[in-house]
């Protein structure tokens, strides 16, 4: 029984990081046109991608500490 729990777990945990991928990549195709602007006035490569990056950093970090806080929060559980 724990083990399908655990394997369960392990198949929603995918889903999830699947689901925010595609968040990031549908977020960034909206924001063509801002990067677009950005570069034409003068932005370089680097800076376009340090903010993307910047970006998706800071969404995992508030994910990986919104996991937490559900962790802690939950009751233990423990295998039979």
């Given amino acids: ?8 777990s ?3 945990l995918l889903v ?5 991928a595609d968040v990031l990549a549908s977020a960034s195709l909206a ?10 006035l003068g932005a370089s490569r680097a800076t376009i991608i340090r903010q993307t990056l ?3 950093v800071v969404l995992a970090l ?3 500490a919104l996991g ?3 962790l802690l929060m939950a009751p233990n559980v423990s295998a039979p």
Avoid: P, Q, S
Avoid at 1 to 8: D, I, L, N, Q, S
Avoid at 16 to 20: A, D, Q, R
Avoid at 31 to 40: C, K, L, P
């Fill in 31 to 40: 924001r063509h046109h801002e990067i677009a602007v950005r570069m034409a």
């Fill in 10 to 12: 392990g198949l929603l």
């Fill in 1 to 8: 029984m724990f083990r399908a729990v655990v394997m369960v």
């Fill in 54 to 56: 910047t970006e998706g």
């Fill in 62 to 64: 508030v994910g990986g």
């Fill in 68 to 70: 937490l806080l559900v």
């Fill in 16 to 20: 999830v990081c699947i689901n925010v």
